[in-house]
């Protein structure tokens, strides 16, 4: 399973239970995580969320251009 694929699943579970009120759930490690507050679920899924985006966008293409004036 790919990094990408686990943290949507993270992020899925995050939603879950943000839309649901609750604040502690167990994650796919079978760790149990509580969050302090609704803010704090919102702030861990906005980083998944920039991982994600980081994951997916791949390396910077680098284009070297080399000119002359010629003889």
Known sequence: MSGVTKLREYREQ???ARFSGV???TDQ???NVT???QAEIERAIAAIDSEIFNLQRGRNALIRLQTSKGL
Request: no cysteine; charged share 35%.
């Open 14 to 16: 995050l939603q879950d």
């Open 23 to 25: 604040r502690s759930f």
């Open 29 to 31: 490690n079978g760790e």
């Open 35 to 37: 969050y302090r507050s």
